[in-house]
């Protein structure tokens, strides 16, 4: 089967570094999808990779290890905006591939 | 102006009733997507369509139907909405054959309510 596992709820401070991880099992492999999504509103992307190592984005950072299925979402410097549920995609292979969503993890940044 | 627009953003309406969401899009993007959001269930697919003659399935396509009027329109209907269609309705699109990768970008949403 297909499957991507996420940590459903992770508390930070405001200032530090938070690690999201993803591990995923799936049919085939065409790229790993980070989206933030605020409460009530849309997700909106934040990053892919598709090939392993590090991608940095400003605050963000995400990186990816095809062999182990596994991915994580750095947010450095964190701020009370980054408040939010973090969702991993996976893209699956073949011309008609879709993306394969996990649930979401919600991250509280406090004071 | 936004680049995925849905309406309407808000609906409340009764068990029974058939229902009409839309979706605009000006990225030019041929793939367009309907999803539907529930806590806890994530995001899961409804209907899918890689061009205006191309028309599929998601996960969970039952009591919905889908139009794909232009490139630009992707409607979805509820036939006769029952309580459980209550949820948070997302329209996304892509273009991997322009852009290389599946990137999604989503419509505001519209939430729904079947009473």
């Known amino acids: 089967g297909q499957n991507i596992d996420q940590p459903t709820e992770m508390t930070a401070t405001e200032g530090a570094i938070v690690q999201i991880n993803c591990t995923y099992q799936t049919s085939g492999f065409n790229g790993l999808f980070w989206y933030q999504q605020h409460a009530g509103e849309a997700p909106t992307f934040l990053s892919y990779?598709?090939l392993d190592g590090l991608e940095e984005k400003g605050r963000f950072s995400s990186f990816l290890s095809r062999s182990k299925g596994y991915s994580y979402l750095l947010l450095k410097e964190l701020q009370m905006k980054d408040s939010a549920s973090y969702l991993c995609?996976?893209?699956?292979?073949?011309?008609?591939?879709?993306?394969?969503w996990g649930l979401g993890t919600s991250l509280a940044v406090n004071p | 102006d936004a680049d995925v627009t849905q309406t309407p953003r808000n609906r409340i309406t009764k068990t029974g009733k058939r229902i009409m969401l839309e979706c605009s899009q000006t990225?030019?993007?041929?793939?367009m997507y309907w999803y539907r959001q529930d806590p806890g269930l994530g995001l899961r697919l409804i209907y899918y369509?890689?061009?205006?003659?191309?028309?599929n399935k998601g996960e969970i396509s039952d009591g919905y139907s889908v139009s794909r009027q232009a490139q630009a329109k992707f409607s979805l209907s509820l036939e006769s909405a029952i309580p459980n269609q209550t949820a948070l309705y997302f329209c996304?699109?892509?273009?991997?054959?322009?852009?290389?990768?599946?990137?999604?970008?989503f419509g505001p949403g519209t939430r729904l309510t079947v009473l």
């Open positions: 995609a996976v893209s699956n292979a073949g011309n008609n591939r879709k993306l394969i």
């Open positions: 996304a699109t892509s273009a991997p054959e322009t852009s290389g990768t599946d990137t999604q970008y």
């Open positions: 990779n598709v």
């Open positions: 990225k030019g993007h041929d793939r």
């Open positions: 369509s890689f061009d205006v003659k191309d028309i």
